[in-house]
């Protein structure tokens, strides 16, 4: 589908193709997912205007996703959490840069204080209510004919300023080469567990409503793990040390490789980039996963593939298996669960996702 045409609501119009040196800024401050699902629209932009000057702004903890990124000039990081006199000060020196166009692909408090302080000459946001007046053109989020990818969305706001193409043209997602220090400690585990298949298990959750369950993910890892020449690696935050300890407990330490909290975004990637399968939730390393050719397995709850599936232009589509059970109460927004007991998720059973696994471990 392509995306939906942008609605003006001031005059300044799309930006000229033929405007030299154009400064943009993007703003997405967060998550993993979110900030990897802009690179597409990244590569558009770029692609368009080559000689534009475009910088990222980003919340810190996420910059390693998009500095070194081609297409980008510069990328702006920013702390989490900010007091009111840095944020001002902040704001004036967004302003001072004088932008010809900022993109706000966030979309929250802070993108819109920025927006509205920022000084950009052209404005193109969401149509989000209650914020549409900050920009002067809008891109709807919701399609007219059914789900639009979230990176679809993204892309509409390059689509606002003039810069033609459809769907088929939306590139794959893109994250920075590995330095070479990063290449290296990947390789120095990948050949230290000197396994034929190498299997990354995501066993983290961005909150309840994605996570599968602690004994869910050591039933699965334990059948993983009994397949010849398998060893499991297990990936997250290091607020799942505690998960990963009872799994590697229990699968043993011969057949996983805990590394919660141990490794960068980067690193995850290319870990990912030379495994025979990912296997994990709607989550921020599924989309990294999705930035390389590996299987994944991916099993989703509240939200639907159809938003936020992987997105893998060029990929052959039999290396990516999406399990989900057809629920009314899906899509929700994870605020509150209708059925107090994660039944989207969580009656997706390991056996289940084991079979899917197979196909691609055989």
Same mark, same amino acid.
């Given at each position: 589908?392509?995306?939906?045409?942008?609605?003006?609501?001031?005059?300044?119009?799309?930006?000229?193709?033929?405007?030299?040196?154009?400064?943009?800024?993007?703003?997405?401050?967060?998550?993993?997912?979110?900030?990897?699902?802009?690179?597409?629209?990244?590569?558009?932009?770029?692609?368009?205007?080559?000689?534009?000057?475009?910088?990222?702004?980003?919340?810190?903890?996420?910059?390693?996703?998009?500095?070194?990124?081609?297409?980008?000039?510069?990328?702006?990081?920013?702390?989490?959490?900010?007091?009111?006199?840095?944020?001002?000060?902040?704001?004036?020196?967004?302003?001072?840069?004088?932008?010809?166009?900022?993109?706000?692909?966030?979309?929250?408090?802070?993108?819109?204080?920025?927006?509205?302080?920022?000084?950009?000459?052209?404005?193109?946001?969401?149509?989000?209510?209650?914020?549409?007046?900050?920009?002067?053109?809008?891109?709807?989020?919701?399609?007219?004919?059914?789900?639009?990818? #979230?990176?679809?969305?993204?892309?509409?706001?390059?689509?606002?300023?003039?810069?033609?193409?459809?769907?088929?043209?939306?590139?794959?997602? #893109?994250?920075? +080469?590995?330095?070479?220090?990063?290449?290296?400690?990947?390789?120095?585990?990948?050949?230290?567990?000197?396994?034929?298949?190498?299997?990354?298990?995501?066993?983290?959750?961005?909150?309840?409503?994605?996570?599968?369950?602690?004994?869910?993910?050591?039933?699965?890892?334990?059948?993983?793990?009994?397949?010849?020449?398998?060893?499991?690696?297990?990936?997250?935050?290091?607020?799942?040390?505690?998960?990963?300890?009872?799994?590697?407990?229990?699968?043993?330490?011969?057949? #996983?490789?805990?590394?919660?909290?141990?490794?960068?975004?980067?690193?995850?990637?290319?870990?990912?980039?030379?495994?025979?399968?990912?296997?994990?939730?709607?989550?921020?390393?599924?989309?990294?996963?999705?930035?390389?050719?590996?299987?994944?397995?991916?099993?989703?709850?509240?939200?639907? +593939?159809?938003?936020?599936?992987?997105?893998?232009?060029?990929?052959?589509?039999?290396?990516?298996?999406?399990?989900?059970?057809?629920?009314?109460?899906?899509?929700?927004?994870?605020?509150?669960?209708?059925?107090?007991?994660?039944?989207?998720?969580?009656?997706?059973?390991?056996?289940?996702?084991?079979?899917?696994?197979?196909?691609?471990?055989?």
């Amino acid at each position: 589908m392509t995306p939906a045409a942008p609605r003006r609501s001031e005059p300044p119009g799309p930006l000229p193709a033929s405007a030299p040196f154009p400064k943009i800024l993007l703003i997405r401050f967060r998550r993993i997912g979110d900030i990897i699902l802009t690179t597409p629209a990244l590569a558009l932009l770029k692609r368009r205007l080559p000689n534009a000057r475009v910088t990222y702004l980003v919340e810190e903890p996420y910059r390693r996703l998009v500095e070194g990124n081609p297409d980008l000039d510069r990328v702006l990081a920013v702390p989490p959490r900010q007091t009111r006199r840095a944020f001002v000060r902040f704001l004036r020196e967004v302003r001072r840069e004088r932008y010809d166009v900022l993109l706000d692909m966030h979309g929250g408090p802070r993108a819109a204080w920025t927006t509205l302080a920022g000084g950009a000459r052209l404005k193109v946001g969401h149509g989000i209510k209650h914020k549409s007046f900050l920009y002067d053109l809008t891109v709807p989020r919701k399609g007219t004919e059914g789900p639009i990818h #979230s990176v679809e969305t993204h892309a509409g706001l390059v689509l606002a300023l003039g810069i033609e193409f459809g769907k088929d043209d939306i590139p794959p997602l #893109s994250l920075p +080469p590995a330095r070479p220090e990063e290449t290296a400690r990947v390789e120095d585990i990948v050949a230290a567990a000197a396994a034929a298949k190498l299997v990354v298990v995501h066993i983290g959750a961005g909150n309840d409503f994605r996570d599968w369950g602690a004994e869910r993910l050591a039933a699965l890892t334990i059948k993983l793990g009994d397949v010849a020449g398998v060893r499991v690696a297990l990936i997250g935050g290091a607020g799942d040390r505690g998960r990963e300890a009872e799994i590697v407990r229990r699968l043993s330490e011969t057949r #996983s490789i805990p590394l919660a909290g141990r490794l960068n975004l980067i690193e995850i990637r290319e870990l990912i980039a030379r495994a025979a399968l990912f296997v994990g939730p709607d989550s921020g390393p599924m989309h990294i996963a999705a930035s390389t050719a590996t299987p994944i397995v991916a099993y989703f709850g509240p939200t639907l +593939p159809a938003h936020f599936g992987p997105w893998r232009p060029g990929v052959d589509p039999a290396k990516t298996v999406i399990l989900q059970k057809d629920l009314t109460c899906r899509p929700c927004r994870q605020r509150e669960c209708v059925t107090a007991d994660f039944s989207c998720l969580r009656a997706i059973t390991p056996d289940e996702v084991f079979a899917a696994c197979r196909l691609f471990l055989l």
